[in-house]
């Protein structure tokens, strides 16, 4: 590693357990200078902070003719009453998407597993009622590796009940593939990300070609397996490889990307006539998820730098209505 790689793991690092310091999430909260300048900044990538911000970004991506999900987001909620909320709102927000999509996404611990599993399921169950007579696909995010086999083990129990329910799997870690052909043969919704948080080294891989290698392996064999697939990176060797190999000709896979990230890319498939599906978040959580995308991509701390210091209204869909 030479020295600027060096400062980019450091910094990386430092943003991704940042974003998991309470003391320091309720300080900016608390700072109204503070709050509003990084708020600019998480402008870049999430919609807002109301439902409605989330509806008006993923209606004005779907007059584009992008397909879209949104979440609202959060994650690790230990209170009771706060999960209910968080269903609460995902539950108004599937009922309210109409024309702006056919995608919700969420955290499990947003809404209840990290209190109990029976509080989680029950919550996933409610929102499954809600989104199957909405026609709206309900997709689990995938979280720390300490919580995968519980929320394998949700999703398996209400797949069975509830098809429109999808789920994301990581490549990084080593056991994907195991779990990949564990969901059996029967067509399935999943997503597949190479993995934002970081892991114990026995237990995954960081990003690497052997990675980029594995990703593209699970893809192929997702779709072989005949589900329906949602290609969730922003790597353009690996996009370009999918489209090479023929992989979206089944008609059975779509690439998904996170709203902000790589606009031009987006747009740039989408005229070529692949499906892109834009994933759209919005939620007062926007502190650790501005983190994670700085982290995960260390030249968007100038991009961060910028939008703070700018006077002009940050608006992401543009770079992807304006090119289409
Ligand atoms: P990688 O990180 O290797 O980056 C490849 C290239 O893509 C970079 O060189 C750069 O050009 C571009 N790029 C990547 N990130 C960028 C950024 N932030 N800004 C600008 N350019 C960037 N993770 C998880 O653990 N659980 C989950 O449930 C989900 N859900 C999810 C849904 C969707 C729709 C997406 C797209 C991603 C997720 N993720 C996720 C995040 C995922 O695991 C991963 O951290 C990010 O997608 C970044 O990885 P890439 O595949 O883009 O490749």
Avoid at 37 to 50: K, N
Avoid at 130 to 143: D, P
């Amino acid at each position: 590693m030479n020295h600027e790689q060096e400062w980019e793991q450091r910094l990386t690092d430092t943003l991704k357990s940042v974003a998991r310091r309470p003391d320091l999430k309720s300080y900016v909260e608390k700072t109204p200078w503070l709050n509003s300048l990084l708020q600019r900044a998480a402008g870049q990538y999430v919609a807002g902070e109301d439902r409605q911000d989330g509806h008006k970004v993923a209606r004005r991506l779907a007059e584009a003719r992008y397909r879209t999900s949104l979440e609202f987001i959060g994650e690790n909620t230990a209170d009771v009453e706060m999960c209910q909320a968080a269903a609460e709102e995902t539950k108004s927000l599937i009922r309210e998407l109409g024309e702006a999509g056919d995608r919700v996404s969420f955290d499990l611990s947003h809404i209840g597993l990290s209190v109990e599993m029976d509080l989680a399921y029950r919550q996933l169950i409610r929102l499954a009622e809600e989104a199957q007579t909405a026609n709206v696909e309900l997709f689990i995010s995938m979280e720390e590796s300490a919580k995968t086999d519980r929320i394998l083990d949700l999703y398996r129990q209400a797949v069975s009940h509830y098809p429109n329910i999808g789920i994301t799997l990581q490549a990084h870690l080593n056991r994907t593939p195991q779990d990949l052909a564990a969901l059996g043969d029967s067509p399935r919704r999943i997503r597949i990300v190479k993995g934002a948080y970081q892991e114990p080294a026995e237990y995954a891989m960081s990003r690497s070609a052997a990675l980029d290698e594995r990703y593209l392996t699970l893809v192929q064999d997702a779709i072989h397996r005949g589900h329906l697939v949602s290609i969730a990176t922003h790597d353009e060797r690996i996009i370009n490889e999918v489209i090479n190999l023929g992989l979206l000709d089944s008609g059975n896979a779509e690439f998904e990307m996170l709203y902000g990230i790589r606009p031009e890319l987006s747009a740039k498939l989408q005229s070529a006539g692949y499906p892109v599906r834009i994933y759209v978040t919005y939620g007062h959580e926007w502190f650790l998820y501005l983190c994670h995308r700085i982290a995960e991509y260390p030249p968007n701390l100038y991009r961060a730098v910028v939008a703070m210091a700018s006077d002009e209204a940050v608006e992401p869909y543009q770079a992807y209505i304006g090119t289409t």
